[in-house]
């Protein structure tokens, strides 16, 4: 077994533990200083929406050995600055450079594409075979975002919905506040690294949503069968035991990110950053982003949320009280010499019943701790009649 294989097998059996839940004000520090960023970024700086939302022209251009410098430096002679967009792209009709520029630089498409032609060297007979225009206009962007919105609003009514049926309102909560969380540091990284938004990132966003739930819900599940019949025993809080079983699943959730991250990096920085290919950025870019913080948010927001709401339940605060006042009768015999059961005789004598029967209420990986336990077999000489054989 690998040496993380073994730490999996460690954290999944109780060995080795990190107290996820005890430090949640820890991560609603780290959590409220990174949503802060990303607010003040989007309120200061804004979104850079792209072509598609804005409106503007898209130039492309199929001259031979044009390179993006030479483009950026034409398209920047007409706007009077940067914020045109240059990329390349591959065709049918082979290698092409495209130029957006948005309709906020006030530059007619006829009057754009004269104005390049004549910057990058192209004869005036050649125009229309090198240079072809094509035209956005702001209300297609504005109906992406109206239907994004839209089905943004679904999606957390029915997610929302799903979870409280499946579980409970409060995991429902919890599952809310981490999407929320995931989508407010995606758009705050776009705003404050000034990244383009366009139609890809919007398909992005969207995804990542999916992603983040899926994290959490196999997160909850492990947690809904940890705390089952979690209140009759005493010896562990609900928030112990929703980190024991957090720390179960934690390697899974890690592979599963880092799995789904690996051909997300690919596409960012091979095919986007490497290759050009623009789509591809755009969504992978959100992805990456997205990923990375629900990841993070399903360990680190949605179990700590929890488990914080279940114990303002009246049952889970009794049985915090019930471990504590066990924990301090169990530190006063130590100190007074006297001898404290260990940890398989309580936990044998919380699946007795008053009769010293196994009780059948503690299902086996309960997680708990709890480990259903049958008679035990009397051994052949405790079943020999005590008379001499004959």
């Known amino acids: 077994m690998s040496r993380f294989g073994n730490i999996g097998h460690r954290l999944h059996t109780g060995e ?11 991560w609603v520090a780290i959590s409220g200083i990174i949503l802060l960023a990303a607010v003040l970024g989007l309120g200061i700086r804004g979104l850079n929406l792209g072509i598609e939302f804005k409106g503007g022209d898209i130039y492309t251009i199929t001259k031979p050995g044009l390179t993006v410098s030479q483009a950026q430096d034409a398209a920047n002679k007409v706007t009077g600055d940067t914020s045109s967009q240059v990329q390349t792209a591959t065709s049918s009709a082979g290698r092409q450079i495209t130029i957006q520029i948005n ?9 754009g594409t004269v104005e390049l032609a004549a910057n990058l060297g192209i004869p005036p007979n050649q125009i229309q075979n090198q240079i072809s225009t094509q035209s956005i206009g702001a209300s297609w962007g504005k109906d992406i975002s109206q239907k994004a919105l839209y089905g943004l609003i679904a999606f957390m009514v029915l997610v929302t919905l799903y979870l409280a049926i499946a579980f409970e309102w409060r995991l429902a909560v919890a599952a809310l506040v981490a999407l929320i969380h995931d989508l407010l540091i995606t758009i705050g990284v776009y705003a404050l690294l000034g990244f383009t938004v366009t139609s890809g990132t919007v398909i992005g966003f969207l995804t990542v949503l999916g992603y983040s739930l899926y994290d959490t819900v ?6 809904k069968d940890a705390t089952k019949k979690l209140t009759s025993q005493t010896r562990i809080t609900y928030s112990e035991a929703a980190n024991r079983s957090l720390n179960g699943t934690l390697v899974r959730s890690i592979n599963t990110t880092v799995l789904a991250l690996l051909p997300v990096a690919a596409l960012l920085f091979i095919g986007g950053g490497l290759l050009g290919a623009g ?8 992805l990456f982003v997205g990923l990375s913080a629900g990841a993070y948010s399903s360990i680190c927001v949605a179990t700590p949320l929890v488990a914080w709401l279940k114990e303002k339940q009246p049952e889970y605060q009794a049985l915090t009280r019930k471990v504590m006042q066990r924990r301090a009768a169990d530190a006063k015999a130590q100190a007074e010499g006297r001898t404290v059961p260990s940890d398989r005789d309580s936990q044998d004598a919380d699946n007795q019943d008053a009769d010293g029967d196994p009780r059948d209420d503690l299902p086996v990986g309960s997680g708990t701790g709890a480990i259903r336990r049958q008679p035990t077999n009397r051994s052949r000489s405790d079943r020999r009649s005590t008379g001499k054989r004959k």
Do not use: C, H, M, Q
């Open 103 to 111: 309709s906020s630089e006030n530059v007619p498409a006829a009057k």
């Open 16 to 26: 080795l533990s990190v107290d996820f839940v005890g430090r949640r004000k820890l």
């Open 218 to 223: 196999v997160v909850f599940d492990g947690l």
């Open 279 to 286: 789509t591809l950025n755009d969504i992978s870019l959100a």
